[in-house]
């Protein structure tokens, strides 16, 4: 027969287990559903990638060419607009930077090479020759960025996105209104209007392409339940063995 001590032992044991399957099994009623909801919530895919980080580059670059334009421009109306084009891209990089930080995304830092060759250029000229090159640079690169940000708006699964796409349309509509408003134009440098899929080596190719086949950054809801009942099922049991022990 075994001492009384060595019986209440086992049984605290007993009891011990039992007490923390429970809690693992409450846990899991509390934690897993609310994992079940919140993945599904980032659906990032190289579209979205494509708009965050074409949105945060144009801010990179366009605000210094701005603040370029405000003080060197030769015309009033695009010291006007510079200043305007600068001011507002500071929002909508605030814009981009809290929507990545959101995400769960990583920006870049630094203009692209392309872009540091223009702020050179426009720092390197000065009157009629400096508006004309700000105008040009400027509207040409709006003019790629406007249909990445519709082919994301149209297909991105994100809200945050979304939004952000809905809010750089904006900006950059109003942005290409005002450059035209200087006069300095020249349509016939303008690449000609196509539709996206003639366009396979743009912004636009990038966008579309990751709509359809980019790799997505959330976790099934399927899978999260299924992981979550089955883990329900393991605990119920492993509980009822032990409890039947006892």
Do not use: C
Not at 82 to 106: F, M, W
Not at 163 to 176: P, Q, R, S, T, W
Not at 199 to 219: E, I, K, R, T
């Amino acid at each position: 027969m075994a001492p009384l001590d060595s019986v209440r032992r086992r049984r605290g044991h007993r009891t011990h287990r039992v007490a923390v399957l429970l809690v693992t099994f409450l846990a899991g009623l509390v934690v897993l559903p609310g994992m079940a909801v919140a993945a599904p919530g980032v659906q990032l895919n190289a579209a979205d990638m494509t708009l965050l980080n074409g949105v945060r580059l144009a801010g990179l670059w366009e605000m210094p060419a701005g603040t370029m334009a405000a003080e060197k421009g030769q015309s009033a109306r695009v010291r006007e607009v510079g200043a305007e084009i600068a001011r507002q891209h500071g929002v909508l990089d605030e814009l981009v930077v809290q929507a990545a930080n959101k995400l769960g995304a990583t920006l870049p830092t630094d203009p692209t090479t392309e872009q540091k060759g223009w702020l050179t250029e426009m720092q390197n000229a000065s009157g009629a020759q400096f508006d004309q090159i700000f105008v040009t640079r400027l509207r040409l690169a709006h003019g790629k960025i406007f249909p990445v940000i519709g082919a994301v708006r149209a297909s991105t699964r994100d809200n945050t996105v979304r939004k952000l796409a809905d809010e750089a349309n904006k900006f950059v509509g109003d942005h290409m209104a005002m450059l035209e408003s200087t006069g300095l134009v020249r349509w016939q440098q303008m690449p000609p209007a196509a539709i996206p899929a003639a366009q396979n080596d743009s912004l636009v190719a990038a966008a579309q392409a990751g709509a359809a086949s980019g790799p997505s950054v959330g976790v099934s809801t399927t899978v999260v339940w299924a992981v979550f009942l089955l883990a329900l099922g393991a605990g119920g049991y492993a509980t009822w063995r032990v409890m039947r022990r006892s």
